[in-house]
């Protein structure tokens, strides 16, 4: 299904474009997320462990969330608001906080994210072939719109920004 998504998304996206405004590209997911709540409502069943009814770590929610939020924020605005600027080396502080959530992971009677998982072999190199295979797909996207602006000249004289 993400192959379908990954081959279908770009030539989908351009046509929406094309023929809408771009902002109509945010309205396609919609009928995607109703069908699966539907689909996933009817199908799935719920399956809890009778001894597990505690909540999971909900600090370690926060934290992981404020964690990457920082650490994307820092990365992306470094450039523009300078890497010695105060916001940004903020964002680096609380970035700081991934290495906690990994310690309070292991701790954690009901952790957000079961490390132990990881000594499984297949279930750690299943997870390192989906890393590779997604830095290389995202890093497909900018060289692909390079390709089309540079190589055939496509421009943005056809799509309005507003």
């Given amino acids: 299904m993400s192959s379908l998504g990954a081959a279908l998304g770009p030539t989908l996206g351009a046509s929406i474009v094309q023929a809408a405004q771009w902002r109509w590209v945010f309205f396609v997911y919609l009928p995607i997320a109703i069908a699966s709540a539907v689909l996933g409502g ?4 719920e399956s809890r462990e009778a001894e597990r009814r505690r909540l999971p770590d ?3 929610v926060v934290m992981i969330c404020v964690a990457l939020a920082a650490l994307a924020l820092g ?3 470094g450039r523009d608001w300078g890497w010695l600027d105060a916001r940004v ?8 906080l991934l290495p906690v959530f990994i310690v309070r992971s292991l701790r954690h009677p009901e952790p957000l994210l079961d490390l132990s998982l990881f000594r499984i072999r297949s279930f750690s190199v299943a997870n390192l072939a989906a890393l590779v295979f997604s830095i290389s797909f995202f890093g497909q996207v900018p060289v692909g719109i390079l390709f089309l602006t540079s190589v055939w000249h496509y421009g943005s004289n056809k799509v309005s920004a507003s």
Wanted: net charge negative.
């Fill in 89 to 96: 080396l903020f964002a680096f502080v609380l970035a700081a």
């Fill in 42 to 45: 009817a199908f799935l069943n």
């Fill in 58 to 60: 909900l600090a370690g």
């Fill in 75 to 77: 990365i992306v605005e």
